[in-house]
């Protein structure tokens, strides 16, 4: 049965991320008047197919590990476009608008991120109070005196030789919005402030200037080393974030730009070594996180979908060849130079693309191997 919901919830996953991704991409396509030929979830052999009267062939196919949607483009040279199509064709609109419709798929998972969080932020979900543990001996937090049980309650960014202001604290409603407030700090080297409150009802501060703050480094845990851990407390102890519909659209957008920042700068880290490769996630890791999220509940679950949509929307806006990320590129190259790159160099990058999603992905699936079949 476990496996079962598993093998559900990873469905679920790539099929609802996926289908908003290329949605995307097909929304702004047909509001550019470009003809699109397919829209297909998942690769290999189709399940099922239908043709729409407007040309459009819908594709359901066997391997779920993504989709495409495939546009009438006269660069592609296995088409053959006839005169009455010409003006429908992707490669004859002006480059604003072939820019657009290669980011909608990117933008369209960030949107998606806004809509999950913010449904759970309207229902009322139960979060752990940012009430911290003793900080661990020789941890930043512990030299400045922070004690068990204290509760942080407020949050300040600071700029360089700035002392906090009194008036200027943002309220901190739980421990999982004071984490990412402190990956950003820390991941960004920026100082801040902590307004908190002992266990006796007393309120002081606590400044981490931007030298002091931990770097990131593969082996290391940087909030452990920051000192700043939560404490746990039984489930009746939670509290719970209940917003209304305007505000939990203002916040979901807040954490949905927090979250990216975060986790663009440690995918980054990837590239310059201050991430460990061995947190790249694959297939199998996905599919054991959203059955164990959806074993939890349906609010786990789909915070856990709108996690998922940040890093896919993230990841094809690298400036890799088969990436939208790569044709951004391609088109950034326009602007400047003021001609197109030609086809045969675009399938050249193409291939070497190809090359590194396969390595990348590979990676990706040894990790998994790893973590689940090591003894």
Same mark, same amino acid.
């Given at each position: 049965m476990q496996a079962l919901?598993?093998?559900?919830?990873?469905?679920?996953?790539?099929? *609802?991320? *996926?289908?908003?991704?290329?949605?995307g991409h097909f929304l702004v396509a047909r509001l550019c008047r470009v003809k699109v030929l397919r829209f297909a979830l998942g690769f290999g052999k189709p399940i099922f197919t239908y043709h729409a009267k407007n040309g459009t062939e819908w594709v359901l196919a066997a391997i779920p590990l993504g989709g495409y949607v495939k546009l009438l483009d006269g660069r592609d040279s296995q088409q053959s476009i006839n005169a009455e199509d010409r003006l429908a064709s992707f490669d004859v609109k002006p480059l604003w608008q072939r820019s657009a419709i290669v980011a909608a798929g990117p933008f369209a998972n960030f949107l998606l991120a806004i809509v999950l969080f913010t449904v759970i932020y309207v229902s009322g979900v139960p979060q752990l109070p940012a009430r911290l543990q003793a900080p661990p001996e020789q941890s930043i937090a512990a030299k400045m005196g922070v004690l068990?049980?204290?509760?942080? /309650?407020?949050?300040?960014?600071?700029s360089e030789n700035r002392p906090p202001s009194l008036n200027e604290f943002d309220a901190v409603p739980s421990w999982n919005a004071l984490r990412w407030l402190?990956?950003?700090? /820390?991941?960004?080297?920026? !100082?801040?402030a902590l307004e908190m409150e002992s266990p006796q009802g007393n309120r002081f501060t606590k400044v981490f200037n931007s030298?002091?703050?931990?770097? /990131?480094?593969?082996?290391?845990?940087?909030l452990k080393a920051l000192g700043v851990m939560p404490q746990i407390v039984p489930s009746s102890g939670w509290i719970?974030? &209940?917003?209304g519909p305007i505000d939990a659209i203002a916040f979901a957008g807040e954490r949905v730009y927090l979250i990216t920042k975060v986790s663009l700068r440690l995918m980054i880290g990837l590239f310059t070594g201050d991430t460990a490769l061995k947190q790249l996630s694959g297939p199998l890791s996905i599919a054991d996180m959203a !059955? &164990?999220?959806a074993q939890v509940g349906?609010?786990?679950?789909?915070?856990?979908?709108?996690?998922?949509? /940040?890093?896919?929307?993230?990841?094809?806006?690298?400036?890799?060849?088969?990436?939208d990320g790569g044709q951004l590129l391609y088109d950034a190259w326009e602007l400047v130079a003021g001609k197109r790159i030609s086809v045969s160099m675009q399938e050249k990058l193409q291939k070497l693309g190809f090359f590194l999603l396969i390595f990348i992905s590979l990676l990706a699936l040894f990790n998994d191997l790893q973590r689940y079949l090591s003894p």
């Open positions: 919901m598993t093998l559900a919830a990873f469905l679920v996953t790539i099929g *609802v991320l *996926v289908s908003f991704h290329e949605y068990e049980g204290d509760r942080v /309650i407020g949050w300040q960014s600071l402190l990956l950003d700090a /820390i991941t960004g080297e920026r !100082g801040f030298e002091d703050l931990p770097r /990131i480094h593969p082996e290391a845990d940087p719970e974030l &209940k917003l !059955g &164990k999220s349906w609010q786990p679950f789909v915070g856990f979908l709108a996690l998922m949509s /940040i890093s896919i929307g993230l990841l094809n806006l690298l400036p890799f060849p088969m990436l």
